[in-house]
C-alpha cells in the first residue's frame, strides 16, 4: 500500500526529471493549491517533463478539501482527456496530497498520482502511507481511498517558505513519530530549538527519520487493523479539541490540536501504562514552548468526551486509545475511564496555567 517509490532529494529538479523518464505517461498534470503554485511550483516548473503538463490550480486550506474543489478537478482532467495512463503530480501540503490523491484514485478508476509534499505534515505525514481523501458533512476525511501514489519526492527546500504555525503543525507529528520510536530519535527531537533562527539541515534531516518510521507501521499495517492505529497517539484527545477548537471559532492547526493531545495522552500512558514521569515532563515543557494553548475549561469535557466517542477508531462505542509504557513501547487499543482522561485534561490545563 506505499509508495512504490519514497525519495528524500537533496536535487529534486534532477531526481524529478530522472524518475519520470522511467514512467510511461500520456497526459501530464500537476495539481496545486494557489500558494504552492506561487511559491513551489517556480522550484520544478521547467524542467523539460513538465513543459508540456497541464496545471490545475485549487483555492488552499482544508476547508477546500472538499467535493467542490474535488469535481473541479475531475473537470478539467475529463476535458483535457486524462486516461487511466495520465501522471498527475501533487505539489503541496496534506490537502493537496489527500485531494489530489483521491481525484485520482477515482477518476476513470485510478490514474498514477505522485506526491512532492511541500509542508511538514505532508512530507512526514500525510503524503506518505497511501491513505487519500476529501472532507464530506461536515465530517473530516469521511470520503476517501487507500490509493498508493507511484512516488513520493520529499525536498526540504521548500519548508523555507512555510510559517512557523504550519512548521510547528507538522513538527507535532514529528513529535509523536519520536515517541513512537525510540530514544534515537526523541533526543534530539525534543532538543530542536525553535527560537533560533531554523536549522533547515537539522530539520530535514529529523524529517527523513520521520517519514521512515511514519513508512515503516503503515506498511507493517496498510488497512490499519492493528499496529498503524500506534500513529494515533495524540490524535483521540487531538481530534476532539481540534473539533472543539473550529466550533469556538478559535480554530487550531491540526498539529497543535495533536501536540495538546499527545500531552493528555501521555499522562494516560504515565497512569495507566507507567510511562516515566521524566519524559511526561520533558515532553510537556517542549510543547509548552512552542506551542499556544488551547483554552478551555472543565464545562467544556463533556463536548470533548463526547466527540471522543464519535471517533471513527472507535470499535463497540469504547474509545481506543495508543498508551505508551516507555518511549518505543506501544499499546494501542486501550480504554480509560472518564474519570482519568477529565483527570489529564485538568493537566493539560494545570501544565499552560489554563
Ligand atoms: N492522508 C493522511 O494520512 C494525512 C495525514 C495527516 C494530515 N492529513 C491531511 O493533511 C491536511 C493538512 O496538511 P497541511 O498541514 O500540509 O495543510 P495544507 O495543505 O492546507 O497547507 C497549509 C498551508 O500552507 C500552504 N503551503 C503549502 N506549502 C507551502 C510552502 N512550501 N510554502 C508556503 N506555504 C505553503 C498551503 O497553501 C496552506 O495554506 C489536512 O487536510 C489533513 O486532514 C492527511
Ligand atoms: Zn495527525
Known sequence: MSARKLIISNDLRTDLENFLATLTYDKLFVLTDTNTKEKCYPLIRDIPPLQAARLICIPPGDRHKNMEQLSAVWQILSSEGASRSSLLINLGGGMITDLGGF??????????????????MAAVDAAVGGKTGINFNGLKNEIGAFYPPVGVFIDCDFLRTLDRENLLSGYAEMIKHALLSSMEMYNPVLSFDW?????????????????????RIAEEDPKEKGIRKALNLGHTVGHAMES??????????????????????????????????????????????????????????????????HDKKNENGVINFTLLSDVGRIHINRSVHQALLFESLDFYRESFGI
Open 103 to 120: 481525484a485520482g484514485a477515482t477518476f476513470k478508476r485510478g490514474l498514477q498520482t505522485l506526491h512532492i509534499p511541500t509542508t511538514l
Open 244 to 309: 472543539l477548537s473550529f466550533e469556538n471559532n478559535t480554530p487550531l492547526l491540526h498539529g497543535h490540536a495533536v501536540a495538546a493531545g499527545i500531552i493528555c495522552e501521555l499522562y494516560l500512558s504515565y497512569k495507566q501504562c507507567n510511562f516515566p514521569s521524566d519524559k511526561l515532563t520533558r515532553t510537556t515543557y517542549y510543547i509548552k514552548e512552542y506551542y499556544p494553548p488551547f483554552f478551555f475549561d472543565c464545562k467544556a469535557y463533556d463536548r470533548l468526551y463526547e466527540r471522543m466517542t
Open 195 to 215: 527560537n533560533q533562527p531554523i536549522d533547515y539541515e537539522l530539520l530535514s534531516q529529523m524529517a527523513a527519520q520521520s517519514v521512515a518510521i511514519k513508512e
